[in-house]
């Protein structure tokens, strides 16, 4: 069957709503628990490792890291395989997209702090609607480079002993991984 997604597809229409209403937190707390489902479910697509921890205790900042650095892996990888067949037009739309994917991973390293600050009390935080909005609009945006224009599906790595691509569920989008021989 694939991979599939517990995710809620209109988490971002529900965090605007509410920041629409100036409700920072409760915006925080959606955006918190879906990033947490999207990246557990984004390390099982691209088999990312995660440490193990026996109470199952896992949060964001065990998924979301190691979810990137495997996307970054298998592009590399894909960009590689690229340029092995003297793909250079596909190389390039790879690289540009790393760059993007990177600058936007830089910008929620650097705000993340804004969710768990809005989620749990704290009398210092008062933080205005714009600010939490430009950390809402980095993930959204860091997660469309996880998802398939087509089909919404979310790119998985296929499971051989060597993978052979990445690719989302109808096959818009694919990576080769397998270098060509020389």
Wanted: include cysteine; glycine fraction near 4%.
């Amino acid at each position: 069957t694939g991979p599939s997604s517990n995710c809620e597809h209109d988490v971002w229409n529900q965090i605007e709503s509410d920041l629409v209403r100036n409700d920072v937190p409760s915006a925080s707390a959606k955006l918190r628990r879906w990033a947490e489902a999207f990246f557990r479910d984004a390390c099982d697509c691209l088999a990312a490792s995660v440490v193990f921890q026996s109470a199952g205790a896992y949060t964001l900042g065990d998924f979301m890291p190691a979810a990137n650095a495997k996307w970054l892996k298998w592009l590399d990888e894909a960009k590689r395989t690229a340029k092995s067949y003297g793909n250079n037009t596909l190389a390039s739309g790879l690289e540009v997209e790393e760059t993007r994917f990177k600058e936007l991973r830089q910008q929620i390293s650097e705000e993340d702090w804004v969710v768990n600050a809005t989620v749990h009390y704290n009398p210092w935080t008062n933080l205005h609607v714009n600010e939490f909005r430009t950390v809402a609009q980095a993930f959204m945006q860091l997660t469309t480079h996880y998802i398939c224009t087509q089909c919404n599906g979310t790119l998985h790595v296929d499971r051989r002993v060597i993978p052979e691509s990445v690719r989302c569920k109808c096959g818009t989008k694919i990576w080769n991984l397998v270098r060509k021989k020389t």
